[in-house]
């Protein structure tokens, strides 16, 4: 896929978190969860074609960052602030799970990833990733 691509899906998902927090985070966990893991993934993407690291047929699964083996694995490339960014997708990607699947948790763990997701984008920012700008 290519940046416009990410770009378009990023945008989706950052009006998706921002509705879910205005309509209470409590209620939208699931929305939070999968919109967040998938946007983390649409900004590495960004960042690594940006940079010239992957093809239009690399594709990052939110799923990788359920284990730093796997991590380690499937991202083997050093691009900025590396370690940052895949530390708080695992972060993230962990969290996931418990938002999306079972009973409602406590809203501290929306919470958490939301602050997690906003450290995250900072990061991407920071790496380069300016283009983040323009939806806000």
């Not at 990410?6 to 927090?21: F, G, P, T, V």
């Not at 093809?55 to 083996?69: E, I, L, M, P, Q």
Request: with cysteine; charged share 35%; net charge neutral.
């Amino acid at each position: 896929m290519n940046i416009e691509s990410h770009l378009k899906n990023l945008k989706e998902s950052l009006e998706e978190i921002e509705n879910s927090i205005k309509i209470g985070i409590e209620r939208r966990q699931r929305t939070i969860g999968f919109h967040t893991s998938v946007a983390g993934c649409d900004m590495l993407e960004i960042l690594l074609h940006k940079l010239n690291l992957i093809d239009s047929g690399f594709a990052v699964k939110h799923d990788w960052f359920n284990s730093k083996r796997k991590i380690a694995e499937k991202i083997n490339i050093d691009f900025p602030k590396k370690n940052d960014i895949l530390d708080i997708m695992y972060e993230i990607e962990t969290n996931r799970n418990l938002l999306c699947y079972g009973k409602i948790r406590d809203k501290e763990i929306a919470n958490k990833v939301i602050f997690l997701f906003n450290k995250l984008k900072k990061i991407f920012m920071e790496a380069g990733l300016d283009e983040i700008e323009k939806f806000y």
